[in-house]
């Protein structure tokens, strides 16, 4: 089973700062199988990069992925303040099951 | 719109079981793998079951395997989960996602609480 470790597991930052999130495999992942959500209280998550580094419809463009291979990154380069969430990462793989990491808070500092 | 909608939630007692459905709208859920995804209270998200196009492939959480079926009915444009065997530790927030190497839609979902 490929293990998904995010970090930090929060993140203080102030509205307008750029957030770097970390989702580290404990194998290699294809790229076409690492997506990034959004989670806010109460609510489901939502899709926000697919492929690792395709933004999903409907989705800002100061969010973008990137990465390979064990090591991928969620990047937000201007905090807005409806960013303030949970953010999981999630791979597929070749058994048809899914993980998630352990996801990391974005916190208004 | 694309629309999925859990029911079927709510307290059970332990060793009881539960069947959840997800009603899907707004796309042809003939065309797509399903999945369900629990999130217990105040912790992350876990793959619980995925199902392929018209149902012939079914994959389980190890952890879980032996008390859940996974079950479709395009016809009817729904998608079911049987729980069984119920412990408290399957208490959470029971979703349904379209899709299944990443999941494009979710729903609202669904608290289901397994208490005496």
């Known amino acids: 089973e490929i293990v998904l470790t995010q970090s930090p597991g929060t993140l203080s930052l102030s509205p307008g700062e750029r957030a770097t999130l970390s989702c580290r495999a404990s194998?290699?992942?294809?790229?076409?199988?690492l997506a990034w959500y959004q989670q806010k209280p109460g609510q489901a998550p939502r899709l926000l990069i697919y492929?690792?580094?395709n933004r999903a419809p409907g989705i800002a463009d100061r969010f973008s992925g990137g990465g390979s291979g064990t090591d991928f990154t969620l990047t937000i380069s201007r905090l807005e303040p409806e960013d303030f969430a949970i953010y999981y990462c999630?791979?597929?793989?070749?058994?048809?099951?899914?993980?998630f990491g352990g996801g990391t808070k974005v916190e208004i500092k | 719109e694309v629309q999925l909608v859990e029911s079927g939630g709510g307290l059970v007692q332990p060793g009881g079981s539960l069947r959840l459905s997800c009603a899907a709208s707004?796309?042809?859920?003939?065309?797509?793998?399903m999945t369900w995804v629990r999130q217990a209270p105040g912790k992350g998200l876990e793959w619980v079951a995925n199902?392929?196009?018209?149902?012939?492939?079914?994959y389980f959480v190890d952890s879980l395997k032996g008390r859940l079926t996974i079950s479709r009915d395009n016809a009817k444009n729904s998608l079911y989960l049987q729980m069984n065997s119920l412990r408290a530790e399957d208490t959470a927030v029971y979703y349904c996602?379209?899709?299944?190497?990443?999941?494009?839609?979710w729903g609202q979902g669904i608290l289901v609480t397994v208490s005496s």
């Open positions: 996602a379209r899709a299944r190497n990443f999941l494009s839609a």
């Open positions: 707004g796309f042809p859920l003939s065309s797509y793998w």
């Open positions: 199902i392929n196009e018209d149902g012939s492939e079914k």
């Open positions: 194998q290699s992942v294809s790229s076409s199988f």
């Open positions: 492929g690792a580094s």
């Open positions: 999630q791979q597929y793989d070749s058994s048809h099951s899914l993980t």
